[in-house]
């Protein structure tokens, strides 16, 4: 049975009462959208208020400060003609795309590791979750010297150790570049992986593997049959979540790369910011913003028929 | 305990009383804001605090708020305060942005014409940036140049004394200092000044533009464009480390004061932190203007201005403290509290005691002459901005440097220019 807010309120009294405030509140049907209200009203004010601004700003031609004029398409007409918008959107899949497989991975092997007993498994489980709690900024400056040329960790080590003999220009070429913010998102994203899986293979049963130990499976087949089948609805919801993260990231690659060089870690966010904020053209912005939903909706769509299929 | 219930009955009723309340309203306000970015040179920011503010209220009785926003956050505060129309009455404005807020900004025609007639009048290239349609929008205090940062000691080191006048002596300078292990490091990446604060020099002297007077005219697909992104990947390959393709603001001060690079394109910041953190890398260190081209020598303007915005409620009042702001007793001290960091653009501080401490920061106030705003000759405005914006002019000379060719990436300039200013493609 489904069990709304009306239902658990108190039952509404019958008896004629003088209308008082509290004599209103006391009816079902008020209290309930009254304990209902302050969540809807925000989902209103900083959901659907600027997504629906957002689309209707796409269709006009709005310089910041300015009164807008309807445009139609147009927007989305020279977002299509502008080859830096395709780089952006192929950058955007690329970063989603690996990122999103090394947490995964990761992430299941994070989980794997931290399901087994081991001394000091309370405190290991704490500093994994450190990328996670560390306010993105912070981290991604850390970062920034860890990548600096001047003065890299990695290259440090990496000649020091002579495995080397020139450095490397992480964030100066334009590959390494990629490479690079794809790593730092991995790192900071692989703990929600990790924790979330964790929490999945706490609910299965050591019965499940002791039978099929039992019957002679391997570790692998424990793993495939076993593991993976069961962590499957977990694994698709956190997969969900972590692309739509990782699809409309913006800090990490803001403050590292600001998008270059030459715009070959420019995402949909960044080249959104920098269009409607830095250039002012906020019909233009909107449209960069809005192009991440298409994707972004037939992933969850997808994913959701996938789940209630399962 | 109080319920639920009592709880959400307390709160509305606290509410309603709270919305039903009238606001005391008064003649003049009792205190007002001015929003500005973090200055790099703290005594600048603490002698507004601490003396600035209160000499004014002890005068008038309006206290002064100053609201410091993040190096490179300005323009984003800026479009917040314009949109939802609420914010700090007086805010701090660089680069174009009068002409993109002319909406949101109040005439100030009157204050600045009071100003320029006590001051020795205003240098004329800054109102090319805060005159929009014949109205003063904004009130100039000084100007962040972007010139040579180099060291003395390393250019010596290679046989050169004097700081070269031409790009091409530059790039003969380059070469053998790279040799000797101190590279370059001009920004070319997606930082916010000193990638623009070159480039635009760099194409202008050797004769590029990228838009007409008339603002539908694309002018990039020239010779002279040619011949300085054929220069800048020379440049790049022979004097600068690769990194620079993906710099943004921070790093040519962090490897200037690093000692990892001999030269670079920055306002004064570098000397000035390096003669307070690192005094020995500050006696090496020196500025220059930007090299000659081909066609002249130029340099970017940045100029820093104060605007009253729109829905300031008393509009005034603001002008007045704007008023009391300019006046020499007031500017002269802030300006010398700003290590000559800003160079300001009324005539009477030409040869004020601000530049007598420190001779190395001259060439600032000599680069006035010659700076042009971004994306001169073309319209200042928002097209300017979008182009500066999506860094079309930075990736294309980044895009030659990695090696990609002169007519590719001129070629997607223009494709991009055309459409910015609405041009057929």
């Known amino acids: 049975m489904a069990v709304g807010p009306a239902s658990i309120a108190r039952p509404a009294p019958t008896t004629g009462r003088p209308l008082s405030l509290r004599g209103v509140l006391e009816r079902e049907g008020v209290f309930s959208w009254a304990m209902l209200a302050p969540g809807v009203l925000f989902l209103l004010a900083f959901v659907a208020y600027p997504f629906f601004y957002g689309i209707f700003l796409s269709f006009q031609d709005r310089r910041v400060a300015s009164p807008g004029t309807f445009v139609g398409l147009a927007n989305f007409v020279a977002l299509a003609q502008d080859p830096v918008f395709w780089q952006v959107a192929r950058n955007t899949f690329i970063y989603t795309i690996a990122a999103t497989a090394l947490k995964m991975v990761g992430g299941l092997g994070m989980a794997l590791v931290m399901n087994q007993q081991f001394r000091g498994k309370n405190l290991a489980r704490a500093f994994l979750l450190l990328p996670f709690i560390v306010p993105t900024v912070l981290s991604t400056v850390a970062w920034m010297w860890i990548l600096d040329p001047t003065f890299s960790v990695i290259n440090w080590s990496l000649l020091h150790s002579g495995l080397m003999t020139q450095t490397f220009s992480w964030l100066g070429n334009a590959t390494l570049a990629m490479v690079s913010i794809i790593a730092v998102n991995t790192w900071r994203g692989l703990p929600f992986y990790g924790i979330t899986l964790l929490a999945g293979l706490q609910t299965i049963s050591p019965d499940l593997y002791e039978a099929a130990a039992m019957d002679g499976a391997t570790l692998a087949q424990r793993f495939w049959h076993i593991t993976i089948p069961v962590l499957k609805p977990v694994l698709v919801i956190v997969t969900m979540f972590s692309v739509i993260f990782t699809f409309s990231d913006f800090q990490l690659v803001y403050i590292l790369t600001h998008g270059g060089p030459a715009n070959a870690t420019h995402l949909f966010a960044t080249y959104a910011f920098d269009i409607g904020m830095s250039a002012g053209v906020l019909g233009m912005g909107a449209a960069v913003a809005l192009a991440m939903l298409p994707p972004l909706a037939l992933l969850i769509v997808a994913l959701t028929l996938y789940l209630r299929r399962e | ?425």
């Open chain 2, 1 to 425: 305990m109080t319920t639920r219930r009592e709880f959400l009955a307390g709160t509305l009723a606290a509410a309603g009383a709270a919305a039903l309340t009238p606001r005391s309203s008064g003649a003049a306000p009792k205190s007002m804001s001015v929003v500005h970015e973090s200055s790099f040179i703290k005594p600048f920011d603490d002698f507004f605090v601490k003396t600035l503010a209160p000499e004014y209220e002890k005068l008038t009785g309006i206290k002064m708020n100053y609201e410091p926003v993040s190096v490179g956050g300005m323009l984003t505060r800026l479009t917040t305060m314009a949109e939802t129309k609420s914010g700090p009455e007086i805010t701090a404005t660089g680069i174009n942005w009068p002409h993109l807020f002319d909406n949101s900004l109040v005439d100030v025609t009157d204050v600045a014409g009071e100003i320029g007639k006590k001051l020795g009048g205003w240098h004329e290239i800054v109102q090319d940036v805060v005159v929009v349609n014949k109205k003063w929008k904004a009130l100039p205090w000084g100007n962040i140049g972007q010139l040579e940062n180099y060291r003395t000691d390393w250019f010596k080191e290679v046989g050169v004394t004097k700081f070269p006048e031409t790009w091409e002596d530059l790039l003969a300078a380059g070469r053998l200092l790279k040799k000797k292990g101190h590279p370059f490091g001009f920004e070319l990446g997606h930082g916010f000044g000193d990638n623009h604060g070159w480039l635009y020099p760099l194409l202008w002297s050797y004769g590029g533009r990228e838009v007409d007077r008339d603002g539908k005219t694309v002018l990039i697909d020239s010779s002279e464009t040619a011949a300085a992104v054929d220069f800048c990947r020379r440049f790049f390959k022979e004097t600068m480390l690769e990194d620079v393709l993906g710099w943004t603001d921070v790093n040519n001060n962090k490897a200037f004061l690093g000692e990892q690079i001999s030269c670079t394109n920055n306002a004064s910041s570098i000397l000035v932190v390096a003669k307070r953190d690192f005094p020995e890398i500050g006696k090496v260190t020196d500025h220059a203007l930007n090299p000659h081209g081909p066609k002249g020598r130029f340099h970017v303007l940045n100029a820093q201005s104060h605007a009253i915005m729109t829905y300031a409620s008393d509009v005034k009042a603001a002008k007045d403290f704007l008023r009391w702001l300019y006046d020499d007793k007031q500017l002269s001290r802030w300006l010398i509290a700003g290590d000559a960091y800003y160079a300001p653009f009324l005539h009477a501080y030409d040869n004020h005691a601000m530049w007598n401490p420190e001779p190395r920061y001259m060439p600032y106030k000599e680069a006035l002459k010659t700076s042009r705003y971004h994306a001169w000759p073309g319209p200042v405005g928002h097209a300017a901005s979008e182009s500066v914006a999506k860094y079309v002019l930075v990736d294309m000379f980044a895009k030659a440097c990695r090696g990609d060719s002169t007519k590719d990436v001129i070629a997607t300039a223009a494709g991009q220019l055309k459409q910015i200013y609405k041009t057929k493609v």
